[in-house]
Nanobody
């Protein structure tokens, strides 16, 4: 059974920091690109950042230079360090695991989400 369990969300003041964590189980972690997405009510889920098993990263323009994604392949963990948080970063943040096969399509899994609220 695949599980992605997020933690670390909460309420923070503008300019503050939070670190999200995602614990993955039930998958061969190194086979998956890991990512963080976020969603606000009435809007589509949007990509925040991704990291490949080799450590290559990709960020949405809105979070570049403020957020850092990382992973620990020995612990099956992925992290999102969020600095200089803004009210517009308020959202539910989801952990994602994606495996793309050369033959056979792709497989992805989602966590249950963790709420991040940036407000004074």
């Amino acid at each position: 059974q695949v599980q992605l369990v997020e933690s670390g969300g909460g309420l923070v003041q503008p300019g503050g920091s939070l670190r999200l964590s995602c614990a993955a189980s039930g998958i061969i972690f190194s086979f998956y690109r890991m990512g963080w997405y976020r969603q606000t009510p009435g809007k589509q889920r949007e990509l925040v950042a991704t990291v490949t098993s080799g450590g290559s990263t990709n960020y949405a323009d809105a979070v570049k230079s403020r957020f850092t994604i990382s992973r620990d392949n020995t612990k099956n963990m992925v992290y999102l360090q969020m600095n200089s948080l803004k009210p517009e970063d308020t959202a539910v943040y989801y952990c994602n695991a994606l495996r793309v096969r050369i033959v056979g399509g792709s497989t992805d899994y989602w966590g249950q989400g963790t709420q991040v609220t940036v407000s004074s």
